[in-house]
Protein backbone atom coordinates (compact mmCIF):
# COMPACT_ATOMS: atom_id res chain seq x y z
CA UNK A 1 0.00 0.00 0.00
CA UNK A 2 0.87 3.61 -0.60
CA UNK A 3 0.40 6.94 0.60
CA UNK A 4 0.51 10.45 -1.12
CA UNK A 5 0.94 13.64 1.03
CA UNK A 6 -1.30 15.93 -0.24
CA UNK A 7 1.07 19.17 0.18
CA UNK A 8 4.47 17.99 -1.63
CA UNK A 9 3.16 14.81 -3.30
CA UNK A 10 5.51 12.87 -2.16
CA UNK A 11 4.35 8.88 -2.23
CA UNK A 12 5.26 6.78 0.54
CA UNK A 13 4.78 2.91 1.45
CA UNK A 14 2.69 2.01 4.18
CA UNK A 15 2.27 -1.45 6.13
CA UNK A 16 -0.94 -2.14 7.96
CA UNK A 17 0.87 -1.85 11.59
CA UNK A 18 1.78 2.24 10.37
CA UNK A 19 -1.89 3.11 9.09
CA UNK A 20 -3.50 1.64 12.00
CA UNK A 21 -1.65 3.61 13.89
CA UNK A 22 -3.37 7.25 15.21
CA UNK A 23 -6.36 5.49 13.56
CA UNK A 24 -4.16 6.71 10.15
CA UNK A 25 -2.88 10.06 10.68
CA UNK A 26 0.46 10.32 9.16
CA UNK A 27 3.67 13.05 9.02
CA UNK A 28 5.15 14.07 5.92
CA UNK A 29 8.58 12.53 5.92
CA UNK A 30 9.42 15.28 3.15
CA UNK A 31 7.72 18.52 3.75
CA UNK A 32 6.25 17.64 7.71
CA UNK A 33 2.62 18.03 6.79
CA UNK A 34 0.24 15.71 8.77
CA UNK A 35 -2.32 14.14 7.48
CA UNK A 36 -4.84 11.35 7.19
CA UNK A 37 -3.46 8.51 5.11
CA UNK A 38 -6.55 7.01 4.30
CA UNK A 39 -7.65 9.61 2.88
CA UNK A 40 -4.59 9.16 0.12
CA UNK A 41 -4.35 5.78 0.03
CA UNK A 42 -3.52 3.60 -3.06
CA UNK A 43 -2.81 -0.04 -3.56
CA UNK A 44 0.03 0.53 -5.98
CA UNK A 45 2.27 3.04 -7.02
CA UNK A 46 -0.11 6.37 -7.67
CA UNK A 47 0.95 7.71 -11.05
CA UNK A 48 0.63 11.22 -11.88
CA UNK A 49 2.53 13.97 -10.41
CA UNK A 50 4.07 11.77 -7.61
CA UNK A 51 7.13 11.90 -6.45
CA UNK A 52 9.60 9.67 -4.49
CA UNK A 53 10.94 9.72 -1.77
CA UNK A 54 13.77 11.94 -1.56
CA UNK A 55 16.67 10.27 -1.14
CA UNK A 56 17.84 10.62 2.68
CA UNK A 57 19.09 8.86 5.16
CA UNK A 58 16.90 10.89 7.64
CA UNK A 59 13.58 10.60 5.18
CA UNK A 60 11.72 7.14 5.46
CA UNK A 61 7.99 6.33 5.77
CA UNK A 62 5.72 8.27 6.75
CA UNK A 63 6.40 9.23 10.72
CA UNK A 64 4.02 8.14 12.79
CA UNK A 65 4.00 10.24 16.46
CA UNK A 66 4.20 14.09 17.97
CA UNK A 67 5.23 17.28 16.18
CA UNK A 68 8.11 18.85 17.95
CA UNK A 69 6.83 21.47 19.64
CA UNK A 70 6.78 24.52 18.38
CA UNK A 71 7.84 23.53 14.86
CA UNK A 72 5.79 21.29 12.59
CA UNK A 73 2.31 22.02 12.34
CA UNK A 74 -0.40 21.21 9.75
CA UNK A 75 -1.58 23.78 6.46
CA UNK A 76 -4.51 25.09 8.91
CA UNK A 77 -1.98 26.12 11.89
CA UNK A 78 -3.42 23.03 14.04
CA UNK A 79 0.12 21.05 15.12
CA UNK A 80 -0.22 17.02 15.26
CA UNK A 81 -2.16 17.24 18.85
CA UNK A 82 -4.35 19.16 17.82
CA UNK A 83 -5.12 17.21 14.94
CA UNK A 84 -5.79 14.04 17.26
CA UNK A 85 -7.94 15.39 19.51
CA UNK A 86 -9.87 16.34 16.59
CA UNK A 87 -10.29 12.98 15.49
CA UNK A 88 -10.89 11.97 19.01
CA UNK A 89 -13.65 14.05 20.25
CA UNK A 90 -15.26 12.12 22.75
CA UNK A 91 -11.99 12.14 24.63
CA UNK A 92 -13.03 16.26 25.55
CA UNK A 93 -16.42 14.80 26.23
CA UNK A 94 -15.44 12.27 29.03
CA UNK A 95 -12.80 15.24 30.51
CA UNK A 96 -15.96 17.93 30.94
CA UNK A 97 -17.67 14.47 32.06
CA UNK A 98 -15.27 14.05 35.10
CA UNK A 99 -14.70 17.49 36.02
CA UNK A 100 -18.70 17.24 36.80
CA UNK A 101 -19.24 14.46 38.38
CA UNK A 102 -16.05 15.99 40.77
CA UNK A 103 -18.31 19.36 41.11
CA UNK A 104 -21.60 17.43 41.66
CA UNK A 105 -19.39 14.86 44.75
CA UNK A 106 -18.30 18.00 46.04
CA UNK A 107 -21.66 20.07 46.20
CA UNK A 108 -23.45 16.53 47.65
CA UNK A 109 -21.16 16.00 50.26
CA UNK A 110 -21.41 20.05 51.24
CA UNK A 111 -25.14 19.36 51.27
CA UNK A 112 -24.86 15.92 52.96
CA UNK A 113 -22.90 17.28 56.01
CA UNK A 114 -24.02 20.98 55.90
CA UNK A 115 -25.00 21.23 59.93
CA UNK A 116 -21.71 20.04 60.96
CA UNK A 117 -19.94 22.44 58.60
CA UNK A 118 -21.49 25.79 59.98
CA UNK A 119 -20.44 24.50 63.51
CA UNK A 120 -17.11 24.55 62.45
CA UNK A 121 -16.02 28.29 63.49
CA UNK A 122 -13.30 28.48 60.64
CA UNK A 123 -16.42 27.67 58.04
CA UNK A 124 -19.16 29.27 59.97
CA UNK A 125 -17.13 32.37 60.00
CA UNK A 126 -16.47 32.49 56.38
CA UNK A 127 -19.87 31.44 55.09
CA UNK A 128 -21.38 34.71 57.41
CA UNK A 129 -18.29 36.66 56.10
CA UNK A 130 -19.25 36.03 51.93
CA UNK A 131 -23.15 36.52 53.07
CA UNK A 132 -24.49 32.64 52.92
CA UNK A 133 -26.20 32.89 56.25
CA UNK A 134 -27.62 36.62 56.14
CA UNK A 135 -30.68 34.69 55.51
CA UNK A 136 -30.46 32.98 59.09
CA UNK A 137 -29.60 35.53 60.46
CA UNK A 138 -32.53 37.56 59.73
CA UNK A 139 -34.86 35.23 61.34
CA UNK A 140 -35.91 31.51 61.89
CA UNK A 141 -34.69 28.41 60.56
CA UNK A 142 -37.18 26.58 58.62
CA UNK A 143 -36.37 22.44 58.30
CA UNK A 144 -38.46 20.48 58.66
CA UNK A 145 -35.85 17.71 57.95
CA UNK A 146 -34.47 18.66 61.09
CA UNK A 147 -37.63 17.61 62.97
CA UNK A 148 -37.96 14.28 64.20
CA UNK A 149 -40.91 12.64 65.40
CA UNK A 150 -40.19 10.95 68.70
CA UNK A 151 -43.81 8.64 69.81
CA UNK A 152 -47.19 8.68 68.38
CA UNK A 153 -50.64 7.40 69.48
CA UNK A 154 -54.40 7.25 67.82
CA UNK A 155 -57.24 6.26 69.70
CA UNK A 156 -61.01 6.94 70.69
CA UNK A 157 -62.00 9.28 72.57
CA UNK A 158 -63.33 8.00 76.15
CA UNK A 159 -65.79 10.42 76.35
CA UNK A 160 -67.09 12.07 73.16
CA UNK A 161 -68.38 9.49 70.33
CA UNK A 162 -67.06 10.08 66.69
CA UNK A 163 -63.77 11.80 67.86
CA UNK A 164 -59.95 10.01 67.12
CA UNK A 165 -57.28 11.63 69.51
CA UNK A 166 -54.05 12.03 68.53
CA UNK A 167 -50.82 12.83 70.79
CA UNK A 168 -47.65 13.11 69.13
CA UNK A 169 -44.27 14.18 70.69
CA UNK A 170 -41.52 15.93 68.10
CA UNK A 171 -38.06 17.88 68.95
CA UNK A 172 -35.82 20.16 67.28
CA UNK A 173 -32.53 18.93 66.70
CA UNK A 174 -31.68 21.53 64.76
CA UNK A 175 -28.59 23.86 66.59
CA UNK A 176 -30.81 26.63 66.42
CA UNK A 177 -34.32 27.52 66.73
CA UNK A 178 -36.77 27.49 64.08
CA UNK A 179 -40.68 27.91 62.96
CA UNK A 180 -42.67 25.53 64.42
CA UNK A 181 -44.06 23.22 61.56
CA UNK A 182 -47.27 22.63 59.91
CA UNK A 183 -49.00 19.18 60.82
CA UNK A 184 -50.42 17.28 58.00
CA UNK A 185 -52.38 14.19 59.20
CA UNK A 186 -53.82 12.03 57.09
CA UNK A 187 -55.77 8.97 57.55
CA UNK A 188 -55.11 5.41 55.36
CA UNK A 189 -57.42 2.77 54.76
CA UNK A 190 -56.32 -1.11 54.71
CA UNK A 191 -54.40 -0.57 51.61
CA UNK A 192 -52.71 2.34 52.72
CA UNK A 193 -54.49 4.86 51.05
CA UNK A 194 -55.89 8.20 52.00
CA UNK A 195 -59.68 8.46 52.78
CA UNK A 196 -58.70 11.71 55.18
CA UNK A 197 -56.35 14.59 55.77
CA UNK A 198 -55.99 17.48 57.92
CA UNK A 199 -53.22 20.28 58.00
CA UNK A 200 -52.90 22.11 61.35
CA UNK A 201 -51.22 25.22 61.78
CA UNK A 202 -48.72 25.78 65.02
CA UNK A 203 -51.79 28.13 66.32
CA UNK A 204 -54.06 24.91 66.25
CA UNK A 205 -52.18 22.43 68.11
CA UNK A 206 -49.73 24.95 70.26
CA UNK A 207 -52.07 26.30 73.97
CA UNK A 208 -53.83 29.32 73.89
CA UNK A 209 -51.79 32.05 74.35
CA UNK A 210 -48.15 30.46 73.40
CA UNK A 211 -45.24 32.74 71.53
CA UNK A 212 -45.17 31.36 68.34
CA UNK A 213 -42.86 34.18 67.08
CA UNK A 214 -39.83 32.85 68.86
CA UNK A 215 -39.92 29.58 67.00
CA UNK A 216 -38.94 26.01 68.68
CA UNK A 217 -36.02 25.96 70.69
CA UNK A 218 -32.82 23.33 69.77
CA UNK A 219 -33.42 20.02 71.56
CA UNK A 220 -36.52 21.00 72.45
CA UNK A 221 -39.03 18.22 73.00
CA UNK A 222 -43.01 19.20 72.01
CA UNK A 223 -45.72 17.29 73.14
CA UNK A 224 -49.24 17.68 71.19
CA UNK A 225 -52.79 16.48 71.83
CA UNK A 226 -55.46 16.73 68.46
CA UNK A 227 -58.89 15.55 68.36
CA UNK A 228 -60.02 14.78 64.57
CA UNK A 229 -63.08 13.56 63.03
CA UNK A 230 -63.53 9.28 63.19
CA UNK A 231 -64.13 8.47 59.27
CA UNK A 232 -65.38 4.64 60.20
CA UNK A 233 -63.90 1.21 60.36
CA UNK A 234 -62.47 1.94 57.17
CA UNK A 235 -59.72 3.83 58.67
CA UNK A 236 -57.09 1.64 60.35
CA UNK A 237 -53.72 3.52 59.66
CA UNK A 238 -52.66 7.41 59.78
CA UNK A 239 -49.44 9.14 58.88
CA UNK A 240 -47.70 12.42 60.13
CA UNK A 241 -45.74 14.92 57.72
CA UNK A 242 -44.38 17.68 58.99
CA UNK A 243 -44.65 20.75 56.58
Given at each position: ?????????????????????S??????????????????????????????????????????????K??K????????????????????A????????????????????????????????W?????????????????????Q????D???????????????T??????????????????????????????????????????????????????????????????????????
Amino acid sequence: MFTRCPKCKTVHPLTAKVLSHSRGLVLCGQCGRAFSALSFLFDEFPSGKAHAPAIDKKTGPPIIGRVSKGTKKTEEGIDEAAAQTRHNPHRLAWGLMSVLLVLVTIANLGWTFREPLKQNPTVNTWLKDNGWLEVEREGLLKDVDRIQLISRDMHSHPTRTGILVLSLTFVNLAQRSQLFPILEITLLDGSNQPIAQRHFQPTDYLRSGADTESGLAADVFLPVLLELGDPGEQAVGFEIQFL
